[in-house]
């Protein structure tokens, strides 16, 4: 048989390998709550029929070349590219919430829980701002 999709058929081993490890370890170490075992039980065969799908489709030469068609549609890409840019901003607003609610919940109450809140939340936020402006100096050199 011919690999026609190494990527599909890596991940789809992983997630084979990922979901029998979980079936694995909810059958031999059982929570005592009988819905959360269930609930472990289904998702854990979920995660192995993803697996065994992928797996399957990196031999198929008609599915993977729907999968690059589908992975190259233009659609798509830009359907990808405002998703992430949405996301990163409402993450921005985010983080700019906790750090300046972290600072002033620690000047109002003296609390000195509130500084790991606004220190981990700004160092977060300056990260990525330091990102977001070598990935700007990178794109701007190179396209």
Not at 18 to 28: D, K, M, W, Y
Not at 75 to 99: D, W
């Amino acid at each position: 048989m011919k690999i026609y999709n190494k990527k599909g058929l890596i991940f789809g081993s992983l997630w084979t390998a990922l979901g029998v490890c979980s079936l694995i370890i909810n059958i031999f170490s059982p929570d005592n709550f009988l819905p959360e075992r269930i609930k472990d039980i289904v998702v854990a065969v979920l995660v192995i029929l993803i697996g065994i799908s992928g797996f399957f489709r990196a031999f198929s030469k008609e599915a993977t070349r729907e999968d690059k068609i589908e992975e190259q549609d233009e659609r798509n890409s830009l359907l990808k590219l405002k998703t992430k840019s949405l996301t990163l901003k409402i993450l921005y607003g985010c983080l700019a919430f906790v750090t300046i609610g972290g600072l002033a919940r620690y000047e109002l109450t003296a609390d000195t829980a509130w500084i790991s809140t606004f220190t981990v939340s700004g160092v977060l936020l300056g990260f990525m701002l330091l990102v977001e402006m070598v990935v700007g100096i990178y794109y701007e050199k190179h396209l």
